[in-house]
């Protein structure tokens, strides 16, 4: 995601497709309303809807999947009951996006569409959503099923029904699916993670806090899956050296990354089928192919090639093993703003690199925060990347009211400047200076316009809106796309309110009497010379073979017809056209196509 040395690869790139499984609690209990007079069930379908579409925005090559259990129909590879596989693990596409939204409409009638039934089997539903991720052929890197219910204890007259559960969730585990939770509150009650979910997730101490709060509202809800919905993905996973002898590993992520437009892909128009793109390469001196062993680099020096070997460039480029290194500590206050020059990374420990690094990260962590210091590290990204210099921001963790984390805890690298990277500027002095008089509305406008609560992350891009709203309308075959609010349209009404006799005062302050900010500038008078007149073109009249000169040179109605033979009749210019048709005797035309055909009319019978 970042271009870290002029090298567009990514450092670490998942193999394969980020896989998750709707799975839908359709019992009798999720038809009962939950907010606004809708139900449990619709609110899921609502947030599954969402989602799905917010995919093919954002990650439109994973592959998603809606399983419903509880329901009284039955569809599913292993023919169980009152489980039905509504979509297959696949892209996420249009159609799909309209049959969660026929779903929702108003006269839906789920019941004889599905059928409710609540002795359904929890453990086939998780079974279902192992044989679904096992039909799925594309290769994928992660599998998660994501939970929705508003039932604490699915099987509370059951304790057989429970085991079984409770051994396929762990069956899933052992097959690296990963299973999540989703809950909503019940309907008067509290959702206890204790009856039995605990032990299906398989939580540790401390883990089930996560989950200590239910979703009580469609946007608590929305905003959980969107959470868990979005797989993380790391650009690199390399060590860090705090000490000799002591390495731990860690996992880098991209927090900021500009959002752009999805790319146009080249299709043919015959199947629809995409392009191809190979490249060859050729000798210039000799038009021979060449193959990737035949081809060297080399740089000017002194006007003169040097070349190098693809090994040699390898070296050069390489300055240590990647990773950070530890050089020392600085107070936070040391941490210059002006001094970041390209987007921070984040760190978070990762275990798969160096077993027992979560504990010393934490224990860092901890300590740098406690005391107010950063730490200053040379960075390496990748084998052939420059070594960079940053600075490890600590960060804590923060959860909301719902216990949702709002801020992950880990370490900002921020990048640091090489003294050839900064630059000195000349700054003009003797500036003009404003009187107390002028300051004293301009402090009042500034005060009265002041937003302290502004952040730039509130805003969507208006132009990204647009564009992923009409490609919506496109493939939902809808009449129009939808409108959207343009947020970073300023509020000049609110703005006038709270402050429009402050910015009348500024300018009068500002400004001389009578001033007119609208009012067109006046246009500057020029002293250059006077241009000499233009040349008069003469009048062609019938006849004149003078006039027809100054046009171009003249032609016989035998060499026009040379040219009409030889097909070149179109290149000569409209009034050279028009004077062949004076020579013709044909009243010429206005366009330059209609004077084509009345030539070779006249040509052809002549």
Known sequence: EQDYANDEAPAYVPAGKDCAILLIDCSTRMHEPFQDGVSFLQRCIHASHTSILEKIISSDKDLVGVVLYGTGKSQNPGNFSNVYVLQDLALPGSKRVRDLKEMLEPGFDFRSKFGISDTFSLSDALWTCSNVFAAAREKTATKRVLLFTNSDDPHHDNIAA?????????????????????????????????????????????????????AAGFDTLLTRLRAKAHKRRSLMKIPFTICEGLDIGVSVFSLVAEAKKSAYTWISNQDHSEVATRTRYWCGGTDQVLLPVNIKSFMEYGGEKVVFEKEEVARIKKFDNPGFILLGFKPRERLKRTFNVKNCLFLQPDESVVTGSTNIFATLLERMEAKGVVAVCRLIPRATSEPRFV????????????????????????????????????????????????????????????????????????????????????????????????????????????????????????????????????????????????????????????????????????????????????????????????????????????????????????
Request: overall charge negative.
């Open 162 to 214: 429970q085991r079984q559960a409770q051994t396929k969730a762990a069956d899933l585990r052992d097959l690296g699916i990963d299973l999540d939770l989703l809950h909503m509150c019940p309907p008067g009650g509290k959702f206890d993670m204790s009856i039995f979910f605990k032990e299906l997730l398989n939580l540790q101490d401390g883990q089930e806090a996560e989950y200590t709060e239910s």
């Open 391 to 606: 600075y490890l921001l600590p960060q804590t963790e923060q959860v909301d009211e719902n216990g949702i984390q709002v801020i992950a805890a880990g370490l900002h690298a921020v990048f640091m400047p090489y003294a050839d990277d900064m630059r000195k500027l000349s700054y003009v002095r003797d500036l003009p200076r404003a009187s107390d008089e002028q300051k004293a509305p301009l402090t009042k406008l500034v005060t009265k316009l002041d937003r302290p609560d502004f952040s730039s992350d509130q805003f969507s891009n208006p132009t990204l809106q647009k564009h992923f709203r009409a490609l919506e309308a496109l493939a939902l075959e809808l009449d129009a796309p939808e409108d959207f609010h343009d947020t970073t349209q300023p509020d000049t009404a609110g703005m006038l309110a709270r402050a429009g006799k402050y910015t009348a005062a500024a300018r009068e302050a500002l400004f001389p009497a009578g001033y007119d900010p609208e009012a067109s500038a006046p246009k500057r008078k020029t002293t250059a010379a006077p241009r000499a007149p233009a040349a008069k073109k003469r009048r062609a009249a019938d006849g004149d073979d003078a006039a027809a000169d100054d046009v171009a040179p003249a032609l016989t109605l035998d060499d026009l017809k040379s040219k009409w033979t030889a097909g070149t009749l179109g290149k000569l210019t409209v009034p050279v056209l028009k004077e062949a048709c004076k020579l013709a005797k044909l009243k010429a035309k206005t366009k330059k196509a209609e004077i084509l055909e009345q030539l070779t009319a006249y040509f052809e019978s002549h």
